[in-house]
Each structure stands twice: as structure tokens, then as C-alpha cells.
């Protein structure tokens, strides 16, 4: 059994799975947050069937028995599906770094399974933010590409340091294994100049490295892929929108695989009207709060990163909310539910144009997976360019990835469920062999 360990660092907290790669399922993942304060949190869950020890337990279902009757079918699956309860632990400690945070997990690894010796990793796969125009493809980490992801912090100082931490300390916890970086900028590294260049003074712009380099790549990588292999068309044949609406949200341009345009830039606040981030706004707006409101430039980032969106608009970040307060009256929350439509159908529609023809447009991540309402909302109207969504599939709440366009739509939309732990597992694991 090949197992890679997937790692995805902040400044206070670290996620991690643990994936077995032949059959691709997740036999733990665990959460390590609060570093630093005086009291942590770590939580590690071991998957349902994955046994202490670590060995997947494997029900003999003979032909016969599959081929009976019904109850007979559901008493096999339950025992199939479930021959342990999933197992979650919790545990309140403090955690003053990120390597007492390795050590925590590690000590919940030995103590609740699955066993890190049955399933050693073969190599620890890293979630990076920003990659600057550096790094393109899932790169070995040496002290060298240490420098440089520490270098690229300048470019994104919320997420560069935190994932530099991780790593260090995720080094001293498996010495022995590669740890490979996968970068959320890579996957857009595709971009053409005219689509990743801001229209500044040149030599500014090459002096401070500005200009777009798109975000969520694993994740519009992943289901571009997969949603060519939904429609079981090669992904060379195939132009795309692919839709990453999360807390975060963005999207992208897929021809041919590769990425051609995204909405997020050189950060990850361009673009879409996010849970707590602006998206696009006129930067003239923040002259005038500078000149007029008396904002300094920390306050101004604090106010389009963290204090925007739906939070700013309304009070609440979470879109769920944001719909139960539309729905009970609330005229914020119901104009908040419309500039963040309106957007989104503005990059449809501009992808739409830039691609010239697109075969199918995929929903992804929280939001994107989840809300039938945005997903119809975003694409009315559109019959006129081949997007008419079917309302009853929109509605159903099957897992997986599934079709949600009508029958006679020529532009097939899909709902395809991300996952970004796989992606880097893959990743990680081709970059190792
Ligand atoms: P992240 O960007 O943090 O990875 P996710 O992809 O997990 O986020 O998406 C989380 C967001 O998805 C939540 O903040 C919530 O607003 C949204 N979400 C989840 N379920 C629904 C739903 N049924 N309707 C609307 N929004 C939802």
C-alpha cells in the first residue's frame, strides 16, 4: 500500500490527510489549530473501515448474496460501507509551534490509527499559496525552494509564511520521505500575457513582480479534469468555466486543459464578491477612504480582505446565513445575494467570450457544490448562449459529480465535487514516482 501524507499549513493551524493511493480513500485527517495561544486545539478523525492498526477490514460478499433481494442488499451494503463508525478525537493543549503541532498529530496517529508504520508515507505532499512565476509544476523541496517560497512571502504574506512553517516542521516530524511543494499559482501558469498582465507603468510592474498569477489552482485543475472524464471526452477537446466558489471564490478559463484566465490576481482578492473579500472594486475607491476616511494602508487591507464581501455588505460571511436572513426579508442580505449573482454571471459571460465556445461549466467547492440557488441564479437568462439548467436536477442533492443542465442545453453544466487533498496527493506522488 502506498500512503502520501497531504499537509496544508497557516500561520496558527495545519490540516492534514493521510491518503492510501491505490485506491485513493482517506484513512485520516485531522486538524491542528490555534498554535501559539495559550491553549490549542487538535482534532484527527481515523475513516470509517480503517481499523486501528490500519488495516482496512474487507467483506466477503459472495455472488449469490449480491444478487439477492433487496433487504438482503441492504443489510450488505451497511456492512460494506460502515465495518467501523467513523472515530473523531479531540484534544485541548497548548501548541506553542508548528512543531509540537507535528508532534500532537503524530502522538494521535500512534494512538487512534491508522498505524504510520503499517502505512508509512512514501512522501508528504505540501499545499503552497503563491508560487510567483517560479514554480509551475509540484516541486521537491530543498533548502533552496525553502528560500524561495520564503522569498515569494512579499507577494502573499498571509498565506506564504504559515505554509513555510508547516514545512519545516513537517520535515523534522518525516526526515526520511520527499516532501514535494504543490502551488495553488501553478496550474495558472498557462496564462497568456495578455491575460496575466495588469496595464501599469512596465517597470514598476517588473520591479515588484505585479501582475495576475490566479489562485485555487489544484482544485480548477482537478475538476477540469474531471469533468472531461465525466463527459468521457479527452480534456484536450474540451473548453470549460469552471466555477471555485468557496469562503474564497474564483474562476477560470480552461482551454485545452490549460488555464487561459481567472478572476483572482496577483492575490486572492480580485475578482468575485467573496465571504469576506471585496473581489473587484475601483482602486480609486481607496484613495478617496484614504483621503476622506483617514484609512491607512493596514486598515484598508484589513477592509477588502477581512471586513468585505458578504460580511461587509450584510454582517454575516457565511452565505448560508446570508439566504436564511434573505429569506426571512432582509433587504442587505437580499442585495448581497444579488451583486454576488450579478458578478458571477459577468465572468461567465466574459469567459464565454474569451473562450468562444464552451462545452460544459462546472460548480466546485462549499457554495459552488451546495447552493442549487446560486448555481441557478448565475447561469438564467443565458439560453441564448446554449446554458439552460434542468431546475429538478439543480435541486437533487445526489453526491458525486453530476449533470444539472437540460437535456437540449448545448452547454452541459455540471456540479463536481473539488478535492484538493487528492489533487496534491496525486501530484505528489507522480513528482516522486
Ligand atoms: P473554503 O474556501 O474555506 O475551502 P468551502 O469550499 O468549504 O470553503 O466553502 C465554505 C462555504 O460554503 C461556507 O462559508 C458557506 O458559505 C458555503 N456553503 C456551504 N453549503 C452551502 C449551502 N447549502 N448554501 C449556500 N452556501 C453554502
Do not use: W
Amino acid at each position: 500500500m502506498t500512503a502520501v501524507l497531504v499537509v496544508n499549513s497557516g500561520s496558527s493551524s495545519f490540516k492534514y490527510q493521510l491518503i492510501e493511493m491505490d485506491s485513493e480513500t482517506t484513512l485520516a485527517s485531522g486538524l491542528v489549530e490555534r498554535i501559539g495561544e495559550l491553549m490549542g486545539q487538535a482534532s484527527h478523525t481515523v475513516m470509517a473501515g480503517v481499523s486501528r492498526t490500519g488495516v482496512t477490514e474487507t467483506v466477503d460478499v459472495s455472488a449469490a448474496d449480491a444478487a439477492a433481494s433487496v433487504s438482503l442488499h441492504t443489510s450488505v451494503s451497511l456492512v460494506t460501507e460502515t465495518p467501523y463508525p467513523e472515530s473523531s478525537t479531540e484534544r485541548e493543549l497548548p501548541i506553542p509551534d508548528h512543531t509540537a503541532g507535528f508532534a500532537v498529530m503524530l502522538e494521535a496517529f500512534r494512538e487512534h490509527g491508522p498505524s504510520l508504520v503499517e502505512h508509512v508515507p512514501v512522501a508528504v505532499g505540501h499545499r503552497v499559496v503563491h508560487g510567483g512565476a517560479r514554480f509551475h509544476e509540484p516541486t521537491v523541496i530543498t533548502e533552496s525552494v525553502e528560500r524561495d517560497i520564503d522569498e515569494l512571502s512579499g507577494l502573499a504574506p498571509l498565506h506564504n509564511p504559515g505554509a513555510l512553517q508547516g514545512i519545516t516542521a513537517a520535515i523534522e516530524a518525516f526526515p526520511a520521505v520527499p516532501h514535494v511543494a504543490i502551488f495553488d499559482t501553478a496550474f495558472h501558469q498557462t496564462l497568456p500575457p495578455e491575460a496575466f498582465t495588469y496595464a501599469i507603468n512596465a517597470d514598476l510592474a517588473e520591479r515588484f513582480r505585479i501582475r495576475r498569477y490566479g489562485f485555487h489552482g489544484t482544485s480548477h485543475g482537478f475538476v477540469a479534469r474531471a469533468a472531461a472524464e465525466y463527459l468521457e471526452r479527452p480534456v484536450e477537446d474540451v473548453n470549460q468555466i469552471v466555477l471555485h466558489l468557496g469562503n474564497g471564490g474564483s474562476v477560470c478559463a480552461v482551454r485545452a486543459g490549460r488555464s487561459v484566465e481567472t478572476s483572482m490576481g496577483m492575490t486572492p482578492l480580485e475578482g468575485l464578491v467573496m465571504g469576506t473579500r471585496s473581489g473587484d472594486i475601483d482602486p480609486g475607491v481607496l484613495f478617496h477612504l484614504h483621503r476622506r476616511a483617514g484609512l491607512d494602508v493596514d486598515e484598508l487591507d484589513v477592509l477588502l480582505n477581512r471586513g468585505s464581501g458578504l460580511l461587509g455588505l450584510t454582517g454575516r460571511g457565511d452565505l448560508r446565513d446570508v439566504i436564511v436572513a434573505a429569506d426571512s426579508g432582509d433587504g442587505p442580505s437580499q442585495l448581497a445575494i444579488d451583486v454576488y449573482v450579478h458578478r458571477l454571471k459577468g465572468y461567465v459571460g466574459s469567459y464565454y467570450a474569451q473562450l468562444g465556445r464552451v462545452d460544459v461549466i462546472s460548480f466546485t467547492a462549499g457554495v459552488g457544490e451546495n447552493s442549487a440557488l446560486v448555481r441557478a441564479r448565475a447561469l438564467e437568462g443565458l439560453e441564448a448562449l446554449g446554458i439552460r439548467i434542468d431546475p429538478e436536477r439543480n435541486a437533487s442533492r445526489v453526491r458525486g459529480p453530476r449533470r444539472i443542465s437540460a437535456d437540449d442545453s448545448a452547454v452541459t453544466v455540471l456540479v463536481i465535487p473539488t478535492n484538493e487533498e487528492l489533487e496534491i496527493a496525486r501530484q505528489t506522488l507522480s513528482k516522486v514516482g
